[in-house]
């Protein structure tokens, strides 16, 4: 049989994985922990914050490319690399 290595490997990665969560070791992914998703909520109401000071920049009908974090306004050349970048995908 061609694939029987490949079915043994599979066979005792999930025996493996099964006697983990039987002995209740911690099978999360990393970014399932507390710190990392209190740092997420962080970074979600920061950015709300900027929105609601500033409006929706969704909304704008300014062709200024602006910066959300300092409010600033991008010279010609950083728009027309913008565009370029767009174009070129």
């Known amino acids: 049989m061609v694939a029987g ?30 710190s990392v998703q209190k740092k997420f909520v962080q970074d979600v109401r920061a950015l709300t914050a900027v929105i609601e000071e500033m409006g929706n920049p969704f909304e ?4 200024d490319l602006l910066v959300l ?15 370029t970048a767009v174009q070129m995908g």
């Open 69 to 83: 974090d300092t409010q600033e306004i991008l010279g010609p050349a950083a728009v027309e690399s913008a565009r």
């Open 5 to 34: 290595p490949e079915v043994a490997w599979v066979i005792t990665e999930f025996e493996t994985s099964q006697q983990l969560h039987q002995r209740g070791e911690h099978t999360r992914h990393h970014e399932q922990t507390n």
């Open 60 to 63: 704008e009908e300014s062709t």
